[in-house]
DNA sequence: ACAGTGTAGGCAATCGATTGTTCACCCCTC
DNA sequence: GAGGGGTGAACAATCGATTGCCTACACTGT
């Protein structure tokens, strides 16, 4: 239905290629005012598209990306392709999406289908420490940024949250507020995310001395990135002899399920638990009680990673260093004071939240 | 870097068409079982993948489908979106998206963009009721159909909720708990979604008889679909002389908002004032108070939006009807009866979430 | 031995745009 | 008036896959 160069070349009595350099700006063209004048007015009349499929095929670019995620529907990768799609868009480049739900197969699947579909480039938030498929990506040497999750070891295309220093942060908040039996409930240990924020957890423990009790090990919960697994893995911890004071969950996802676990046996957060989230997903001001969490600049990272693919596959520049995006701790309801055990002060801090850098 | 069907018809010592016809189970071939292994055997060895762009180009249908969304970090559309890319990847159909943020300009350039990038077929939730760049796809024959909102008149290839009934549903309940001064949250009256609530809203008071107070034109403020929509026109009905009992806000988001603006004047939600809201985010559950809602099945129109696209442009079906999803009132803590005049009893219901179809 | 009829594949055009190379002029100059 | 240098624009070959149409060759029957 819309009209081709060739078409409108026979309009304007010139060659097809002559029409291209024209509506090209191309610098070498050599073309009369006047039939310049005429091709670009056709064009405009008409107007005229390019058709982008046959341009990539000559060109052997598509000006799409692959996008890799998990799962659309959850908050957090919603937040973070919004900011890749906003990042594409100013520079006409478009997204194309699958999802995976962590599945090895589909990520298999869906990888083979974008590359098929002769992408730009990729960018994948489904990456695990040891992952397989990425390696083949690398091997092949197609471009790709790493959002939210990195390999072992990280590699410079990586763009992520600082897991590490924001894990630290979150179980200090919990130490400076009197805690000791502070408990983790850890993801994926196959993701960075996972992984980097149990480390955290276990070092920063050690360090301040509060790793001591004999059940420690116990306090570290294998639990994973969802509601479910946060409910199950604070259930396990409520059946401890000594259960925790405070609980550091891996995402906002199981803290929330934390605290219905602990809201269901009839405790309360934060006067008896204490529970810190991460992410600040956008709903965790509006729970009861609101989460205190490490904040991630969600669409940033979208944003950043997106920008640092299209100046891989744009402009041919290679990132030299992967990008930590700072995690800020957000001091809402959800912790307070460890409970005295032999007064019954409960304090609560005010509702406003606080912040201050993680690092 | 992949190996082409011309490099294989190479290596096969066959002619490229040969070779595609073999690869494509080609009924009319005439292959002889000797070359046909041959040549299966040399694109497994070589892992042989065609490339989807020059396909394109031949038979002119890319397995992609556009999809224009307001915002994709809002979860009601990510959850729809969510089911169009499950319902396409299912036919190998990739989908490609843009944001559109409700601008109309946006929406044009991301139109246009996806044109150019010859996308099998588009879905649309950016609909508003009339609509000129919709009226141009059809006048130019695109494929395409119409997700959460549509146009005026409804058009077969529309796929929404029931927002009407779900409006009355919203306001009878209300109603059965006794409410008469009861206000409407209106969305953008542009939009289908929008209007139809508002006037299912205006209806089914009228049909109670509910609708004789002297200001009762006061009581359907306009709002947004947003949350600070919800919250301005909250503190507006909070501002008359006689406030309302109870509130049907467009959505979820605007109810959150008035949750807010109620808390922040001192009153308490149901006790003085009920709100109910619509779409049920998978967040309603989690605010305080849990929020009546109805329960909009988001990802399954998302899903029939999709499959009813491709069965227009694979199958070349086009629906006969408009797909209205029954919408189901789920009611939990944020509707209760209407305060007593002269009695301050202020019964609440259990929190657990009863259903029932509005439709 | 020859027309007839399959059978196994090759030929070549096409999709629409891009781009390196060539060509036909014209004007100048010596 | 022949060679030189510029212009302005056409030529033609891709990019990779698809598909309608042909052509060899073999075999059959008479």
Redesign the interface.
């Known amino acids: 239905?819309?009209i081709t160069l060739k078409q409108l070349s026979l309009l304007a009595g010139a060659h097809p290629s002559t029409v291209a350099r024209v509506l090209h700006a191309d610098p070498r063209q050599r073309v009369s005012a006047d039939l310049r004048e005429r091709i670009l007015t056709l064009a405009r009349e008409h107007d005229y598209?390019?058709?982008?499929?046959?341009r990539?095929?000559r060109t052997k670019r598509?000006a799409?990306l692959g996008v890799l995620i998990p799962?659309?529907?959850?908050?957090f990768f919603?937040?973070a392709?919004?900011g890749m799609?906003?990042a594409a868009?100013e520079r006409?480049y478009?997204?194309?999406?699958?999802?995976t739900d962590d599945q090895p197969t589909r990520e298999a699947h869906?990888l083979?289908?974008?590359?098929?579909?002769?992408v730009d480039g990729l960018l994948l938030a489904t990456a695990r420490l040891h992952d397989p498929a990425i390696a083949q990506l690398q091997a092949?040497?197609i471009p790709f940024v790493l959002v939210n999750r990195h390999t072992d070891p990280i590699t410079p295309n990586s763009v992520v949250p600082d897991d590490y220093a924001g894990g630290v942060a979150a179980v200090e908040h919990l130490l400076s507020l009197g805690h000791r039996r502070i408990a983790h409930i850890a993801g994926a240990q196959d993701a960075s995310t996972g992984y980097l924020r149990a480390k955290a957890y276990r070092d920063t423990l050690k360090t301040a001395g509060a790793d001591q009790f004999p059940d420690q090990d116990a306090l570290l919960v294998r639990g994973s990135f969802r509601e479910q697994g946060g409910y199950n893995a604070m259930t396990e911890l409520l059946a401890l002899r000594e259960r925790p004071t405070a609980v550091f969950a891996v995402n906002d996802l199981a803290a929330?399920g934390a605290i219905h676990a602990i809201t269901a046996a009839g405790l309360r957060v934060p006067q008896d638990i204490s529970v810190i989230g991460f992410n600040d997903l956008?709903?965790a001001s509006?729970?009861?009680p609101s989460l205190t969490t490490m904040q991630v600049p969600i669409?940033m990272m979208g944003v950043r990673a997106a920008q640092r693919l299209l100046d891989m596959v744009v402009d041919g520049v290679a990132p030299e260093q992967p990008l930590l995006l700072p995690v800020t701790l957000i001091v809402r309801d959800s912790t307070g004071p460890a409970p005295q055990t032999n007064t019954s002060s409960h304090a609560r801090k005010p509702s406003g939240a606080r912040t201050r850098h993680a690092d």
């Open positions: 239905m819309p598209r390019p058709n982008s499929v046959a990539s095929l598509t799409v799962d659309i529907a959850n908050p919603a937040g392709l919004r799609e906003d868009a006409e478009s997204v194309i999406l699958a999802n869906s083979a289908l974008l590359r098929d579909r002769q092949d040497g929330l956008f709903h509006h729970m009861t669409h």
